[in-house]
T-cell receptor, first 113, second 116 residues
Framework: QQQVKQSPQSLIVQKGGISIINCAYE??????FPWYQQFPGKGPALLIA???DVSEKKEGRFTISFNKSAKQFSLHIMDSQPGDSATYFC????????????WGAGTKLIIKP | GAVVSQHPSRVICKSGTSVKIECRSL??????MFWYRQFPKKSLMLMAT?????????EQGVEKDKFLINHASLTLSTLTVTSAHPEDSSFYIC????????????FGSGTQLSVL
């Protein structure tokens, strides 16, 4: 019940296209859903996050869509660029557990020029 | 944004030696720090959680005598890999949070440990 399932494992998108990564969770007590971007040999960096009281959050080219009833959330990268090539992790946490993050397995995104 | 500095970025050591990794929050006080281990092409695995001034809480399966964590101040936590062996080779990442600033977690740049 503590798992966060992330798909796909890898994704190749043409430059300018839309990259979509999906995550699903079981525990309805989760109340914070961040996405992290990680480049090789570096630590993860917070990209964007959402709380379950909103269905969508947009920051620049990055959008989180959140479906509370389906217990799913997704990251959309519009106008994908080669510099977006990285591994993306979704995560979930809740206040009751001191916001300890439960991580998805990660998606390796490659943007082809 | 909040900055977490982690050093060294890469270390190579001989089997049996100990290695210390430092994690500093540069512009905020970290009430809680987390240490992760990451294997190639895998997700982050939480090793331990430490609150300033108290003993670290280790996840199941993580040897507390092998991975010593000290969180002596609100800006510094250290992870010491004692008597390192080749199987300890991995990417270690620290992260920090100040609950007064919300639920956001900020990460260091990671340390690649290679034990020969």
């Amino acid at each position: 019940q503590q798992q966060v399932k992330q798909s796909p494992q890898s994704l190749i998108v043409q430059k300018g296209g839309i990259s979509i990564i999906n995550c699903a969770y079981e525990n309805t007590a989760f109340d914070y859903f961040p996405w992290y971007q990680q480049f090789p040999g570096k630590g993860p960096a917070l990209l964007i996050a959402i709380r379950p009281d909103v269905s969508e959050k947009k920051e620049g080219r990055f959008t989180i869509s959140f479906n509370k009833s389906a217990k799913q959330f997704s990251l959309h990268i519009m106008d994908s660029q080669p510099g977006d090539s990285a591994t993306y992790f979704c995560a979930a946490s809740m206040q009751n557990s001191n916001y300890q993050l439960i991580w998805g397995a990660g998606t390796k995104l490659i943007i082809k020029p | 944004g909040a900055v977490v500095s982690q050093h060294p970025s890469r270390v190579i050591c001989k089997s049996g030696t100990s290695v210390k990794i430092e994690c500093r929050s540069l512009d905020f006080q970290a009430t809680t720090m987390f240490w992760y281990r990451q294997f190639p092409k895998k997700s982050l695995m939480l090793m331990a959680t430490s609150n300033e001034g108290s003993k670290a809480t280790y996840e199941q399966g993580v040897e507390k005598d092998k991975f010593l964590i000290n969180h002596a101040s609100l800006t510094l936590s250290t992870l010491t890999v004692t008597s390192a062996h080749p199987e300890d080779s991995s990417f270690y990442i620290c992260s920090a949070r100040n609950l007064g600033l919300g639920e956001k977690l900020f990460f260091g740049s990671g340390t690649q440990l290679s034990v020969l």
